[in-house]
Nanobody, 122 residues
Framework: VQLQASGGGLVQAGGSLRLSCGAS????????VAWFRQAPGKDREFVAV???????DYADSVKGRFTISRDNAKNMVYLQMNSLKPEDTAVYYC?????????????????WGQGTLVTVSS
């Protein structure tokens, strides 16, 4: 499975961005897809996950501000980010794998996109 993340950029605090993650597999609807982020000097952290049937989970730090969604017909997953804060600045990665355990940790995913940089200025 190959993943391609896009949509990052520079935005002012309070602004919005939408990240996109495209997947190459025909069996995309079977995969769980998550977004992680990594700020300079910090560990990669979980942001949000959407399961194959559409249920979602979010990190507490982004609940109410970010929305993850998927379009299986287009092999796409999106992360709508609203009310952005400077602490959201990071490289954002999408990750995918077949359903299993550990969906909020990076070890739960075998397939990763290349990352897209989000910078939020104060």
């Amino acid at each position: 499975v190959q993943l391609q993340a896009s949509g990052g950029g520079l935005v002012q605090a309070g602004g919005s961005l939408r990240l996109s993650c495209g997947a190459s597999t025909r069996a995309f609807s079977r995969y769980v897809v998550a977004w992680f982020r990594q700020a300079p000097g910090k560990d990669r952290e979980f942001v949000a996950v959407v399961r194959s049937l559409g249920s979602t989970d979010y990190a507490d730090s982004v609940k109410g501000r970010f929305t993850i969604s998927r379009d299986n017909a287009k092999n796409m997953v999106y992360l709508q980010m609203n009310s952005l804060k400077p602490e959201d600045t990071a490289v954002y990665y999408c990750a995918a794998d077949l359903p299993g355990t550990g969906l909020t940790g990076p070890m739960g995913y075998d397939y990763w996109g290349q990352g897209t940089l989000v910078t939020v200025s104060s």
